[in-house]
């Protein structure tokens, strides 16, 4: 078992930053992806941000391209997304998210593959 814990959402202005936070516990060693995913009201939760944990391969959305960064602390069991340049359409509750098999590219698609979810965190970003 996986447990995932988000922290680090809010409320910014178009343009802003915020930086969320993902602890993971558990048995997390047999995790060969983690993430960032994100939903809204009605729509499927799409992949946000992706990385390969044995090398730290990173995959985004083209949406955030050059806007978000992921990024992982190994001593602190913590996954990170950085949001800059936020724009409305940002607005959702992002996931944490952790998969055993790779292909983590691929898996920003395929959200059913997802082995465990975090509790998730509202990001909201006004005009």
């Known amino acids: 078992q996986v447990q995932l814990v988000e922290s680090g959402g809010g409320s910014v202005q178009t343009g802003g930053s915020l930086r969320l936070s993902c602890v993971a516990s558990?048995?997390?060693?047999?995790?060969?992806?983690m993430g960032w995913f994100r939903q809204t009201p009605g729509k499927k939760r799409e992949g946000v941000a992706t990385f390969y944990t044995p090398n730290g391969s990173a995959y985004y959305a083209d949406s955030v391209k050059g806007r978000f960064t992921i990024s992982q602390d190994n001593a602190k069991n913590t996954v990170y997304l950085q949001m800059n340049s936020l724009r409305p359409e940002d607005t959702a509750m992002y996931y944490c998210?952790?998969?055993?098999?790779?292909?983590?590219?691929?898996?920003?698609?395929?959200?059913?593959?997802?082995?465990?979810w975090g509790q998730g965190a509202q990001v909201t970003v006004s005009s």
């Open positions: 558990g048995d997390i060693d047999g995790m060969r992806c």
């Open positions: 998210a952790a998969k055993t098999g790779a292909l983590c590219g691929v898996w920003m698609g395929q959200s059913s593959r997802t082995n465990y």
